[in-house]
């Protein structure tokens, strides 16, 4: 059964074939290179992920969540613009290592979308699946995909200076990486007080 979910603007919904060409072009852009780990350029390593994300889906017990985000038509019958993915990994009741990520089109960066669909994983991973913490990991120098994390309630520890340049080293990377994290009684606080 196919999976979807709506905010005010998005759509998120299970991968497709035939998004692959356009979420592989988002990847390979110079723009987004940054921010994203090495081996996640590569198009043969983004197509085989894809490919076995829409195999997932089909699970009658899903442990990962990657959803293709869409931007909501004004105009009834047209295609919806696909502008990114984004995802939650590891997924059991009462996990710690429940993990969520995005990447988008850099034309549709500093609209507030990838903050918008963050707070969906969120509710997948917390009320869906009553997962018990979620993290969010991104690199040191990407101040971009920490702000979302900081706005959807996430935190970290400060000056993990050596630990958080570990991080980036499991990672294959020579840079040092962040961790937030947010548990289900945070975002439960933070959900009821707007309500």
């Known amino acids: 059964m196919s999976f979807q979910i709506e905010t005010k603007r998005l759509i998120l919904r299970d991968v497709q074939m035939d998004d692959m060409p356009v979420l592989l072009a988002q990847a390979a852009e110079p723009e987004g290179r940054s921010g994203i780990l090495s081996y996640q350029a590569d198009e043969t390593y983004n197509r085989n992920y894809f490919i076995k994300a829409i195999a997932e889906a089909k699970f009658p017990k899903r442990e990962n969540y990657t959803l293709s985000v869409t931007l909501k038509s004004e105009t009834p019958g047209t ?33 507030g979308y990838a ?22 990991d991104s690199f040191a120098d990407n101040p971009s995909s920490i702000r979302v994390m900081e706005k959807i309630g996430m935190t970290t520890r400060p000056n993990l200076g050596l630990l958080n340049q570990i991080r980036g080293w499991s990672y294959g990377e020579n840079r040092p990486s962040v961790r937030y994290i947010i548990s289900r009684n945070q975002w439960l606080a933070k959900t009821e007080r707007k309500q």
């Open 79 to 111: 295609r919806h613009t696909l502008i990114g993915n984004c995802m939650i990994h590891n997924i059991e009741p009462e996990s710690i290592e429940t993990s969520i990520g995005w990447h988008y089109g850099s034309r549709y960066w500093g609209n």
């Open 115 to 136: 903050t918008e669909a963050a707070r969906e994983l969120l509710y997948i991973g917390f009320k869906l699946n009553k997962v018990s913490e979620i993290f969010a």
